[in-house]
């Protein structure tokens, strides 16, 4: 157990049935920092976080948050940490206010003496105070929940995958904020599967099938990319798809929006620089360029499929 570390997971493993959701997972999150966890839906994220929260049991492994041990240590764990999952769980028929007194209640506390924490989340969402949070958008959902769990002043904050499904200024304006509750000393684990959000966190983890695949500051884990990508742009991308597939293999070649991701070796200039001369049709546009962070988990992933 090291001091410095706002949460500390050590080989931590679980299973429902014959469904390993965790697999030996360890990592380390700074006092003050934001770790995010990247991965698709069914990695394991949720699972770790009910087990960092108290609320499941590992069945192998130890976790310790604030210095405290998650098994041995779950009360006082419960008292220092607040929670937003993946769903709204707040109550929906009470407003926003009852919704937030009651948490306060919860933990002893009240919102006049806790207010200057949530001050500038709240204000958002204060002129709404007396509608029912069952009737609020998906971005005035977000504010109240992160609201209703900061509202005890943890010192961890969880927060799983809490900008699933609002829109892109709301997503915005949340990790705004986040980055000043981080500066005011929380340490912030939050889980997403949206890759571009990795590049806003401190250090981040990729999870795939329950295990940990890396785990590093997000510039250096782009820096850790193996061989070379090309950035391929054409007006028949599907075509374009198949065909290079086909000369390439399956997991050579990606589609984001509207281009072409294809990894290789420095040769690989040479082959498509061939293959859009012999494609005339495709309308071809061939740029050697720096991958990013979405890349490097395409390529871990297919590490570990391999191995």
Known sequence: MNGNFGIEVLGLSKSFGKTKALKNVSLEVEKGTIFGLIGPDGAGKSTLFRILTTLYLPDSGEAFVSGLHCVKNYKEIR???GYMPGRF?????LTVEENLNFYASVFKTTVKENYHLIKDIYQQIEPFKNRRAGNLSGGMKQKLALSC???????????????????AVSRKEFWEMLKELKNSGITILVSTPYMDEAMLCDRTGFI???SV????????????????????TTSKPQVTVKLLSEE?????VFRFGGELHVYGNPSMEIFLKAFKESHPGLNLEIHHTRPG???CFIQLMKSNNES
């Open 208 to 210: 795939q099938n329950g």
């Open 213 to 232: 695949l890396k785990t590093g500051i997000p510039e250096s884990i782009i820096d850790d990319f193996q061989g070379e990508m090309f950035s391929v």
């Open 89 to 93: 769980s707040l109550y929906q028929d």
């Open 149 to 167: 769990a900061l509202v005890h002043r943890p010192e961890v904050l969880f927060l799983d995958e809490p900008t699933t499904g609002v829109d």
């Open 248 to 252: 390439l293999g399956e997991n050579t």
């Open 293 to 295: 962070i979405e890349d």
């Open 79 to 81: 008292k220092r940490v």
